[in-house]
């Protein structure tokens, strides 16, 4: 897998929890495609299946059936992995969540260096690298907090400097403007949007914001665990507003 | 960047708590070993230190430390005649409990055959040895004396003149140290109305015999102190002790006093065997259970500690795994956290006993050969705690975060 290649293809994905008449359907045959440098925003109801398509492309849940491509690498055919999960998290792929999962026992530049620790980056290169994310989101004041002494805007900064700390080339974000107001979430978006732009990363954002539509490059729509439209979104007023 | 301990100083009192929680524990444990070695040095203390190669004893019996003992004190004229002997000594103890500024003073005492054994072997930590063949004492600082007090043990009052330390019997209670004689004297110590009443009923009992009615002179003698009477016999002493010179046979001297018929000879390694085997062997086998018990208990604690303190990082630990953490990170965080409970605890208990340990009544010893054994205890009550730990986290999934 390369950088410039890499994009997510998911083929006829269905998720399925329990067996018999405990069955639920959580997803089924979906079927989608991210570029690289592409910002998604997949929207939906609660149930609608965004979270289960979420886990699945972010490695953490593996499909009933389907596969997904990671670049030209098939990660998983069905249930079975084809690839170490565990290192391609790693490796490639970013999580923002609605709560922001800051380890507690961690100042917000060691949360950082952690992600960054974990993959072999070295002592003093991972602090550095995690300093210069912590600035470039404006939160490097904060460093040598802990998290519980951050605002939730700040802690969701810190979360982000996180999951961009490897360069990653997917970044996974499940609501994760819900615990902010309306301009802290309007520049969480914008944030994914430049980090798309500068890093070439691919964003996936589950929200219910629609607020920020204008931010994303294209829009997937889900319900009842199906996929019902992948659209462009508005480019002019995104424009007008980017 | 060590998690284990980015997470220790995070939550600093509620770990220090419970490494001292875990420290008392292991304390207990190092406690219940070093009065287990206790129990096994006072039981031998006195056969190791006493320097006797041979314990003649009373036939049949196991000797003086294990049941009563009684043997003629001219024993000791037929051993020192036998070939290879340097010395041999009349041995006598025995238990008493008096009165001493009216407070219970119990004691072992132990009759030394002065002057051939006046107490060199004994470890004085102040005074002297027993330079008179009357009226002195060595004791024990277990026992309260200080030198020049003063004791009265039946008629005769005896002052302190040397202080020994950690000389205590198998029950605990200090030795105190007389001269052969005094020791007989305090162990057969009648009032002088029952020896009025001893010498009577002794005139009685001749005065109904033929003998007493043909000699009448027998009824005036029967009332001269037992001493003055050669028909009745010299006190008996505990055991003869004998040493031999350097390079004789053990054996065959053994053999030779096995071949009496009224004594039992052992040696010094089978005074002790019968000592451990049989004495203190079950005191011994209790206090060894116990201590099993408590590692038992020790570890069932410390595994449900740090399970608990695994199930409190439940949430990070998944997202750890969600981030693509490796399990040796995992498992390093809860690993190096038990072995640093474990190791907190020890160095408490270590420190902590050693101030403790010797306020307590009966010895309690704490060797070097316990204490690498405990530290091995637990290293491995550590890994195994963890093991409850590092399973529950293993057992979790990445997705528990996003759920």
Known sequence: MTASTLAIRGQSLTKIYGSGNAEVTAMEDVSFFLSTGEVVALLGPSGAGKSTLLTIVGLINSPTSGRLFIGEDLVTDGPAAKVNLRAYRRRFIGYVLQKTNLIPFLTAVENVRLALEINDVSGRAARNRAMELLKSLDVVHRSGNLPYMLSGGEQQRVAIARALANRPRLVLADEPTAALDSVRGRQVMELFRTVAREYGTTVMVATHDHRSLDIFDRILEMEDGKLLSQRHADISSRIAKV | ?403
């Open chain 2, 1 to 403: 960047m060590n998690l284990a301990l980015k997470d220790i100083r995070h939550n600093l009192s509620r770990f220090s708590l419970t490494a001292l929680g875990i420290g008392m524990l292991l304390m207990i444990v190092m406690g219940m070993g070093g009065i287990y070695q206790g129990l096994i040095q006072e039981a031998t203390l006195l056969v190791d230190n006493i320097g006797a190669d041979l314990w003649v004893v009373q036939r049949e019996t196991r000797g003086p430390f294990a049941e009563i003992s009684r043997i003629p004190r001219n024993l000791e004229d037929r051993l020192k005649s036998m070939p290879g002997v340097v010395s041999a000594r009349a041995f006598v103890t025995y238990p008493v409990q008096r009165e001493f500024r009216d407070k219970p003073l119990r004691m072992q005492i132990q009759g030394l055959s002065w002057p051939d054994d006046r107490g060199a072997w004994l470890p004085l930590v102040a005074g002297r040895r027993i330079e008179s063949a009357h009226y002195e004492m060595i004791v024990d600082q277990i026992l309260g004396l200080g030198l020049g007090d003063k004791v009265k043990l039946g008629k005769n009052v005896y002052t302190v003149v040397g202080i020994t330390k950690n000389m205590s019997s198998m029950a605990g209670d200090g030795l105190a140290f007389f001269t052969l004689l005094d020791a007989l004297d305090i162990q057969y110590d009648y009032s002088g109305e029952a020896i009025r009443i001893e010498r009577e009923a002794r005139r009685w009992r001749v005065a109904k015999q033929d003998i007493g009615a043909t000699l009448p002179s027998l009824l005036e003698r029967a009332l001269l102190p037992s001493s003055n009477l050669a028909a009745l016999p010299t006190p008996y002493v505990s055991a003869v002790l004998v040493t031999l010179f350097p390079g004789t046979n053990v054996n065959t001297v053994v053999e030779k006093i096995s071949g009496w018929t009224d004594v039992t000879v052992f040696t010094r390694d089978q005074q002790n065997e019968l000592l451990l085997r049989g004495v203190v062997d079950r005191a011994r086998r209790q206090l060894g259970l116990f201590r099993s018990l408590l590692i038992v208990i020790s570890t069932i604690i410390m595994a449900l500690i740090i399970y608990t303190l695994t199930l409190e990082k439940i949430h990070d630990i998944a997202m750890l795994k969600l981030i693509g953490a490796r399990n040796s990170v995992i498992l390093g965080l809860i690993l190096q956290q038990a072995l640093l409970l474990g190791f907190l605890g020890y160095i408490f208990a270590f420190y902590v006993g050693k101030w403790v340990f010797p306020m307590f009544p009966r010895r309690v010893v704490i060797n070097a050969d316990d204490l690498i054994y405990l530290a091995m205890i637990v290293f491995v009550i550590s890994i195994l705690s963890a093991g409850l730990g590092i399973w529950k986290a293993l057992s979790v999934e990445p997705n528990e975060v996003v759920s």
